[in-house]
């Protein structure tokens, strides 16, 4: 299984912003779907943002939406959340996982959380009020 690496969590107040990463351990993430769930304390693992190899297609939780920007770095291979105006509902365990590789045409634009078949071990995220 392909080790995921993610980076960037930490403790912010509420209105704070951070910035993960997602790498992959002796492998590029250019031709994969790529996205990021969270997990908080005694509640379900949540998907957060999608992109498809593509970068065409990208999805957000709505709870997310304008806040959070997904992309990536084909140049370096990896990928990034930049999370802005943070607030304390979002304080989770955050994980990076991929789809892929995608070569085909007909499946580089796809983006589909239920895809996601290799994990990052997650990187922690606090939101003080």
């Known amino acids: 299984q392909s080790q995921l690496v993610e980076s960037g969590g930490g403790s912010v107040q509420a209105g704070g912003s951070l910035r993960l990463s997602c790498a992959g351990a002796?492998?590029?993430?250019?031709?994969?779907?790529i996205s990021w769930f969270r997990q908080a304390p005694g509640k379900e693992r949540e998907g957060v943002a999608c992109?498809?190899?593509?970068?065409?297609?990208?999805i957000y939780a709505d709870s997310v939406k304008g806040r959070f920007t997904i992309s990536r770095e084909n140049a370096r291979g990896t990928a990034s959340l930049r999370m802005n105006n943070l607030k304390p509902e979002d304080t989770a365990t955050y994980f990076c996982?991929?789809?892929?590789?995608?070569?085909?045409?007909?499946?580089?634009?796809?983006?589909?959380?239920?895809?996601?078949?290799?994990w990052g071990k997650g990187t922690l995220v606090t939101v003080s009020p």
């Open positions: 992109i498809s190899a593509s970068g065409d297609n990208i």
């Open positions: 002796g492998f590029t993430l250019r031709n994969m779907a």
């Open positions: 996982a991929i789809d892929g590789p995608h070569y085909n045409t007909n499946t580089r634009s796809s983006c589909n959380y239920s895809d996601m078949n290799s």
